[in-house]
């Protein structure tokens, strides 16, 4: 059995009637009013997952810890995020692994953050670059919500674009506006075999990065996509798409290192 819900955790509460989650933040004195009733904190804490809460209506909610995808889409945001479908994308194109050392820049909320922190794991670092203190200060505010001390996690108040201060990273992950300024010095940061990835919303960007990437030299096996996410409406004899769906949100763009020729 998993560990009691704490306080000062966040936990998802998942009407059971209508399917609807509800994020919140445990406190000992807090309370959650929805419209099928009073849930106290209280009641909350101290329960394992997947245990059901009651409303003062007697309406059943079960209580869950949230998962990565459901604390990105709920934690609070100062800035736009990438999105899970396209962090998904970035784990596996940019082959991040357990024990990787990765550099990050433009930390936002800390999407992005968490996502590497959860795959590099305890022996791997994940080192951050950003301009702006107030997008640092929430970003790590959600890093320490959901994964508590992050001793393997850097956050550096520094702007990329004047220089990259590691050598030997296995890999970089970008989610700034010009990266092509940044190409030149990636490739004298990263390793051989090493790993560029950056995320962008336009086209046009995409290929101001491309060009500097050809340029360069040291890169190779670039290559541009984007993913769209449809879901599926399933019940009885009726099976169709969703009429919503996740389309575009933005461009990945990813390169390898090598020897020059």
Known sequence: MTR?????????????????????????????????????????????????????????????????????????????????????????????YPGSTCLEAGIGSGALTLTLLRAVGPLG??????????????????????????????????????????????RICLDIPEPWRVVKNAAESLLPGGIFTSYLPTIIQVKSLVDALREEKRFTSIQTMETLLRDWHIEGLSVRPAHRMVGHTGFLTVARKGDLP
Do not use: C, W
Request: hydrophobic share 40%.
């Open 125 to 170: 670092k994940v080192i951050s670059y950003e301009v702006r203190p107030e997008f640092i200060e929430r970003a790590q505010k959600n890093v320490q919500l959901l994964l508590g001390e992050t001793p393997n996690l850097e956050v550096k108040q520094r702007d990329i674009y004047e220089g990259i201060e590691e050598q030997g990273l296995d």
């Open 4 to 96: 009691p819900i704490a306080e000062g955790e966040s936990v998802i509460l998942l009407d059971i009637e209508d399917n609807k989650e509800f994020f919140y933040l445990m406190r000992a004195k807090g309370h959650i009013n929805l419209h099928k009733g009073k849930i106290l904190h209280a009641e909350v804490i101290g329960k394992h997952e997947g245990a059901v809460v009651r409303t003062s209506k007697g309406n059943p909610f079960l209580v869950f810890r949230p998962t990565l995808f459901q604390y990105i889409m709920h934690m609070k945001r100062d800035t736009s995020i990438i999105y899970p479908k396209d962090l998904a994308l970035i784990l596996f194109y940019s082959d991040i």
